[in-house]
């Protein structure tokens, strides 16, 4: 970073919107969160990250959410795309869906290993099965999804069902340094994972899919705002504190990573 920052020349590239999801399960009186390992072939291959990815075109979705703008700091329509972003990238790249039936907006759709909605409710709820995202018709739309075949959109509509963005907390927003070949305007969102769901390595983007502690996570190599992200979650021991936390959080102010030059010839990485 610190060589392309002093042989940087020319202008800077325009920086692609996109989302990325931190999915937090609980584990014993903690949680953990779920990182994949890049392959080597990728962008960013080697290093840990999120599930996430770029915004697409076709990512125009109806939310749960109406204050997605205020929240993310861009016009409705350009937040509700980061949302649909983060949404569709978690489902290509986890087999995780944050959706429920319309007009039930406190169910979720099960992966099969419990009844096909989950409701956060009361137990009479889990006896109607609408979905199982781990089937093979679910597999089946959800590489079409990932081969720009189909939307999510069409997907959820075809079956009944609605985005569940009230799911998804905004954490943070960094902007790749202007010295950077690639650049990113990302969001970074925190979900629960819904109950009767299980996160898979289903991209094959991938060398490692893992869940970690914030504290172990540490150990991992990763760019300079998947590491905030985790050091930010560390004071937190539950997952109900960082939904919490998520309503005091600035995700419309960007982070940009900066680099100082010293009159010593060395460097200073600046984040704020």
Same mark, same amino acid.
């Given at each position: 970073?610190?060589?392309?920052?002093?042989?940087?020349?020319?202008? !800077?590239?325009?920086?692609?919107?996109?989302?990325?999801?931190?999915?937090?399960? !609980?584990? $014993?009186? %903690?949680?953990?969160?779920?990182?994949?390992?890049?392959?080597? %072939?990728?962008?960013?291959? @080697?290093?840990?990250?999120?599930?996430? $990815?770029?915004?697409?075109?076709?990512?125009?979705?109806?939310?749960?959410?109406?204050?997605?703008?205020?929240? =993310?700091?861009?016009?409705?329509?350009?937040?509700?795309?980061?949302?649909?972003?983060?949404c569709r990238e978690l489902f290509e790249e986890a087999g995780v869906l944050l959706a429920g039936p319309?007009?039930? !907006?406190?169910?979720?759709?099960?992966?099969?290993?419990?009844?096909?909605?989950?409701?956060?409710?009361?137990?009479?709820?889990?006896?109607?099965?609408?979905?199982?995202?781990?089937?093979?018709?679910? #597999?089946?739309?959800?590489?079409?999804?990932?081969?720009?075949?189909? %939307?999510?959109?069409?997907? =959820?509509?075809?079956?009944?069902?609605?985005?569940?963005?009230?799911?998804?907390?905004?954490?943070?927003?960094?902007?790749? &340094?202007?010295?950077?070949?690639?650049?990113?305007?990302?969001?970074?969102?925190?979900?629960?994972?819904?109950?009767?769901?299980?996160?898979?390595?289903?991209?094959?983007?991938?060398?490692?899919?893992?869940?970690?502690? &914030?504290?172990?996570?540490?150990?991992?190599?990763?760019?300079?705002?998947?590491?905030?992200?985790?050091?930010?979650?560390?004071?937190?021991?539950?997952?109900? #504190?960082?939904?919490?936390?998520?309503?005091?959080?600035?995700?419309?102010?960007?982070?940009?990573?900066?680099?100082?030059?010293?009159?010593? @010839?060395?460097?200073?990485?600046?984040?704020?």
């Open positions: 970073m610190v060589r392309r920052a002093l042989e940087f020349r020319g202008e !800077p590239e325009t920086p692609r919107p996109s989302a990325t999801v931190v999915l937090l399960r !609980p584990e $014993g009186d %903690t949680f953990q969160v779920y990182v994949l390992k890049r392959a080597a %072939t990728m962008v960013f291959g @080697g290093l840990y990250a999120f599930p996430g $990815g770029g915004v697409d075109p076709t990512d125009r979705p109806e939310t749960l959410r109406t204050d997605w703008s205020r929240r =993310l700091g861009v016009p409705d329509e350009q937040a509700r795309a980061i949302v649909g972003a983060a319309v007009g039930e !907006p406190d169910r979720t759709v099960s992966d099969g290993s419990m009844s096909g909605v989950v409701s956060h409710g009361s137990e009479d709820d889990d006896e109607r099965i609408v979905g199982d995202v781990s089937a093979d018709d679910w #597999e089946a739309d959800r590489a079409a999804i990932a081969a720009h075949e189909l %939307t999510l959109t069409e997907v =959820l509509q075809r079956r009944g069902l609605r985005l569940r963005d009230d799911l998804l907390f905004p954490w943070a927003r960094w902007i790749t &340094p202007e010295f950077e070949p690639r650049r990113f305007d990302t969001w970074f969102f925190v979900a629960l994972l819904p109950e009767g769901q299980t996160a898979r390595d289903v991209s094959g983007e991938s060398e490692v899919a893992t869940w970690a502690h &914030p504290q172990a996570a540490e150990e991992l190599a990763m760019l300079p705002p998947t590491r905030s992200t985790v050091n930010s979650l560390r004071p937190y021991e539950k997952i109900a #504190e960082v939904i919490a936390a998520s309503s005091r959080r600035d995700a419309a102010r960007p982070v940009m990573p900066r680099v100082e030059f010293l009159e010593d @010839g060395s460097a200073l990485l600046h984040v704020e």
